[in-house]
């Protein structure tokens, strides 16, 4: 599993950039006193640069309805225009296999 932020998608070559991250919460033993103890996680960014995947043309995709759930399964067409008009930053998880993106899931942990 990677974790991260999409920083491009590229549907012609079956390709995703990931700007990879960490979900840091009180009881992992990553977290630092300087983080954010009231909303009880931080993401936190992993040293490195983005990593590019090959998404398998099987890929699942799922988003969170309102946000915060529950998933809804949508097809790639609905994802494209899911990133284009999102006006935040979305937090998602990537399932791979061999290397490869098998599953796309929007992360959300309250």
């Known amino acids: 599993q990677v974790l991260g932020y999409i920083s491009d998608f590229n549907y012609g070559s079956n390709t ?3 700007d990879r991250r960490d979900w840091v919460t009180p009881e992992s033993g990553d977290w630092k006193p300087e983080y954010d103890m ?3 996680f931080e993401i936190v960014d992993l040293e490195g640069a983005d990593i590019t995947y090959r998404v398998r043309s ?3 995709y799922h988003v969170l309805a ?3 759930g ?3 399964d949508v097809g790639e067409d609905e994802i494209s225009v899911y990133l284009r008009e999102a ?3 979305i937090f998602w998880s990537f399932e791979m296999e061999d290397r490869e993106v098998v599953s796309i899931v929007e992360w959300y942990v309250p």
């Open 38 to 40: 009231d909303a009880g």
């Open 70 to 72: 529950p998933a809804v």
């Open 16 to 18: 995703v950039t990931v």
């Open 66 to 68: 309102g946000g915060s």
């Open 58 to 60: 099987d890929c699942t």
């Open 87 to 89: 006006d935040y930053p």
